[in-house]
């Protein structure tokens, strides 16, 4: 029974050895290949197996074969003091450097990581990436091709189909439009079609159907861009066809239009330009035309005008006028139908107010320089017949006082100051136009002479112009 005793614990003996040597891992660490990257290199999550009670000089060997088996470190050098780990060498990136930093980490017996691996990022001139990209645009260039061949076609097709069916409408409608602008925005509507019809097509080759559709129903892109791009130009545009429908001016017209006064030169697609009096072009906008007041003073040859003569207190009224109206019928560019007029307007401080209106023939006389004409002579006759006409009152010291001489005494013994009629003016005064007013004619003639010597200020055709003959 002894016997057996002893060899049971024999065998358990030999068992317990076996499983021992099985579990127990190899004692020298330099057994494992540094010829390649082990687990633990490509996957930093795991754990580095390490012997109990291993050394320094084993972590540290085992990490710089590790390290130096990825290829991703330069000047590498891993040392080990007391289970810190001090890692010294170069990188490309961050992200090797953070891998390192772990690995080291996770390895047994590590207590903390000393990271001193400097970044160093490495210039590639590898084109490989430039080249390949350039492969596939010129891939998809030549796919392209007859795409934009084929889309260039329709375009030039379409222009040239668009203008004769723009020629075809203008020759259709030329005897029922008399408005060159409206004749063209017919036309040019008429057209539109046609290129709307093209862009479908180019749309539809390309594979772009529901842009296609929007573009041929005439919303989306086309909508947004005249509504909000172009809303001026637009606005302008729709501005000049409603002028040119509406006539109220012509080329050659003097008209007032947005505090300008001026003679009307052209009208366009944008704007309307006037030659002012002093010989300037000002182009305003057609839009801006459309919503103001416009004052034409060449529909109707005859012009009123008026100017305001102030006459004393003492002097008759009906005297004035007289000599007003006589003064004003004589000039010969005062008409007689309507009859000129002297009417008291206003009671002032120290005068009468009188205000003087006439009409003359605009188109034949200037109205500034009959109203100096008239002027001229209304003066010269009502100074003639001793009425005065004195300036605004005011109030006058005289510091010193006023020497006063005496003439004598009436027969009732008051003082009487001698009183010396004013003296007739030259005749000269009394002409119908003096040097300085020349011949009295409109300036409408002269500024038309300097426009049509001038260059034009805004190329494109005139829309005041006559329509084309048939």
């Not at 160093?120 to 080249?131: G, Y």
């Not at 375009?155 to 668009?162: D, E, G, K, V």
């Not at 005065?388 to 009152?393: A, F, K």
Request: glycine share 6%.
């Amino acid at each position: 029974m002894s016997h057996l005793r002893t060899t049971a614990a024999t065998l358990r003996a030999l068992c317990l050895a076996a499983l021992t040597a099985a579990l127990l891992p190899a004692p020298a660490m330099a057994q494992t290949a540094p010829t390649a990257l082990d687990s633990a290199a490509s996957d930093p999550q795991r754990e580095v197996s390490v012997a109990p009670d291993v050394r320094d000089s084993e972590i540290a060997d085992r990490l710089t074969r590790i390290l130096t088996a990825s290829g991703w470190f330069d000047a590498l050098d891993v040392e080990v003091s007391e289970g810190i780990v001090f890692i010294d060498g170069t990188a490309e990136n961050d992200e090797r450097k953070e891998w390192a930093r772990q690995l080291a980490l996770r390895t047994e017996g590590v207590v903390a990581v000393v990271d001193r691996i400097e970044i160093t990022p490495e210039i590639s001139w590898d084109l490989t990436p430039t080249w390949r990209e350039i492969e596939r645009l010129a891939e998809r260039a030549q796919w392209f091709a007859p795409l934009t061949f084929a889309s260039i076609l329709i375009l030039a097709l379409a222009w040239l189909l668009s203008r004769a069916v723009a020629a075809l409408a203008r020759r259709s409608l030329r005897s029922r439009i008399t408005s060159p602008l409206l004749l063209n925005f017919v036309a040019r509507v008429v057209s539109i079609p046609v290129i709307l019809i093209a862009l479908y097509l180019i749309l539809q080759i390309a594979g772009l159907t529901r842009l296609a559709v929007t573009v041929l129903g005439g919303t989306g892109l086309v909508g947004i861009i005249v509504g909000l791009a172009f809303r001026e130009i637009a606005e302008n545009s729709l501005a000049s066809i409603l002028l040119s429908m509406r006539n109220p001016f012509r080329a050659g017209d003097w008209i007032r239009v947005a505090d300008y006064q001026g003679i009307v030169q052209n009208l366009n697609m944008r704007t309307t330009i006037l030659l002012t009096l002093e010989g300037n072009h000002v182009q305003i906008p057609n839009a801006l035309v459309y919503k103001s007041i416009i004052e034409n003073f060449s529909t109707n040859p005859n012009r009123r005008s008026e100017f305001t003569v102030g006459i004393g207190y003492d002097d008759s009224v009906l005297e004035a006028q007289e000599i007003i109206v006589a003064a004003l019928r004589a000039h010969p560019a005062v008409l007689n139908d309507p009859e000129p007029s002297a009417l008291v307007d206003e009671l002032g401080a120290s005068t009468v107010d009188i205000k003087v209106q006439y009409w003359f023939d605009g188109h034949a006389y200037s109205v500034f320089k009959v109203r100096s004409a008239l002027m001229r002579q209304v003066k010269l006759g009502l100074q003639n017949a001793g009425i005065s006409m004195p300036d605004s009152s005011r109030e006058i010291i005289f510091p010193d006082g006023v020497t006063v001489r005496h003439e004598g005494a009436d027969a009732a013994g008051d003082m009487r100051i001698s009183a010396h009629p004013a003296p007739l003016l030259p005749e000269e005064d009394a002409a119908d136009a003096t040097a300085g007013e020349g011949d009295l004619a409109s300036e409408a003639q002269d500024l038309q002479r300097q426009a049509d010597a001038a260059p034009a200020p805004e190329e494109g055709a005139n829309l005041l112009a006559e329509a084309p003959p048939k």
